[in-house]
């Protein structure tokens, strides 16, 4: 079992910077690959980003490459969401997950165990 902790969710302007951070607590936390999605209101679930238990690979949503950075710490079983240039369009509750991928997992269904999501708004 595996919970996740989201933080650093905020009110930012546009082109500003938040730093999103998931704490996680279980066993065997540094197999599984990490994910951040993101729903906004009236709006699916949708991929941000990914990172492979190794931290070797990541992948990105086409929405958000070139202004957001996944990254983790094993050591303190930390994943983390570097995010840069933010845009009104990227307002939504932003939610971390874990699942059994030895890949980059760019869809839901390959995500076993989910934190509850923090908010994040960006102001025009």
């Known amino acids: 079992q595996v919970q996740l902790v989201e933080s650093g969710g905020g009110l930012v302007q546009a082109g500003g910077s938040l730093r ?29 980003a990914t990172i492979t238990w190794s931290g070797a690979n990541t992948a990105y949503a086409d929405s958000v490459k070139g202004r957001f950075t996944i990254s983790r710490d094993n050591a303190k079983n930390m994943v983390y969401l570097q995010m840069d240039s933010l845009k009104p369009a990227d307002t939504a509750v932003y939610y971390c997950a874990a699942g059994r991928s030895a890949v980059v997992a760019t869809t839901a269904l390959r995500y076993d165990y989910w934190g509850q999501g923090t908010q994040v708004t960006v102001s025009s």
């Open 20 to 48: 999103l951070s998931c704490a996680a607590s279980g066993r065997t936390f540094s197999v599984y690959t990490k994910g951040w999605f993101r729903q906004a209101p009236g709006k699916e679930r949708e991929f941000v």
